[in-house]
């Protein structure tokens, strides 16, 4: 969809930020769950090509665990990227809020529009990642794609003990809730802002923005940009790399 030989009427720049810095213990023991492979290939380079698929992005910031960074540069410079976009890897924090700002840190000047994209979301198809720029460029500050959900959401009381019955609080309209991806879309100077001004434990980079009082905006998001978080979700996503192979006639 974007295209960088058509200036955005900004004149925007656009670089992704994207923590993987985490240890994925809920996939159980192994690598950290940026670095387990799905088809032989780490899911953080699965990552980075999502995000550098995209030709409005110049710039790939990669937030690695914090004794990793080097492990992180090398396997980058092991994968072939594309040509047109620069790559940084950054040490991570003790949360992801602070790996996300470690990011921005490292951000240089004359970059206006930020994503922030969860590693563990490998398969994002490009479409999602343009029309989240597109959004942003079109001018609101925080851009998320989002689905529809098919569940029904109970609000609870959470047990103390794992395994107890929970008291049911409330069950929000299905119909109003959304499932939240990324990348998340941003107006750099307001991300910036909201990570200075935000300290409480957030999951999104969103809702600082919506702390702030600023308009936050969701465009629709994609089955694919799933979070690879549990032992089934690797299957799911192996499945979806080889479907995508045998449509690309490989
Ligand atoms: O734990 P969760 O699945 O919500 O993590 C989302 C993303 O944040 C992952 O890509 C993970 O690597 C990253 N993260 C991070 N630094 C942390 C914790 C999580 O970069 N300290």
Redesign the pocket.
């Known amino acids: 969809m974007s295209d960088d030989s058509r200036p955005s009427p900004s004149g925007a720049r656009t670089a992704a930020v994207i923590?993987?810095?985490?240890r994925g213990v809920r996939l159980g023991p192994g690598a950290p769950?940026?670095l387990r492979a799905l088809n032989g290939t780490p899911m953080l380079i699965h990552a980075v090509r999502a995000m550098a698929a995209s030709r409005a992005v110049s710039l790939v910031v990669v937030?690695a665990p914090p004794d990793g960074a080097a492990e992180v540069k090398v396997l980058l410079d092991s994968h072939a990227l594309p040509e047109r976009t620069d790559f940084l890897v950054v040490p991570?924090?003790?949360?992801?809020q602070?790996?996300v700002r470690l990011g921005l840190d490292a951000l240089p000047p004359g970059i206006d529009i930020v994503l922030v994209h969860?590693?563990?979301r490998p398969l994002v198809p490009v479409d999602t990642v343009d029309a989240v720029i597109e959004a942003v460029r079109d001018g609101a500050p925080a851009v998320v794609p989002a689905l529809p959900l098919a569940d029904t959401v109970k609000q609870v009381e959470p047990a103390g003990v794992p395994g107890e019955p929970e008291p049911v609080v409330a069950t929000p309209e299905r119909a109003l809730l959304r499932a939240v991806q990324t990348p998340q879309g941003f107006d750099r100077e307001t991300l910036v802002r909201a990570h200075e001004t935000v300290t409480d434990n957030v999951?999104d980079d969103a809702s600082m923005v919506e702390q702030l009082g600023l308009r936050v905006v969701v465009v629709p998001g994609h089955e694919e940009a799933f979070?690879v978080?549990r032992p089934l979700d690797l299957v799911l996503a192996e499945a979806v790399l080889a479907r995508r192979r045998l449509n690309d006639g490989f």
């Open positions: 923590p993987a810095a985490g769950k940026a937030v991570g924090g003790d949360s992801r602070e790996s969860d590693a563990a999951t979070k978080t």
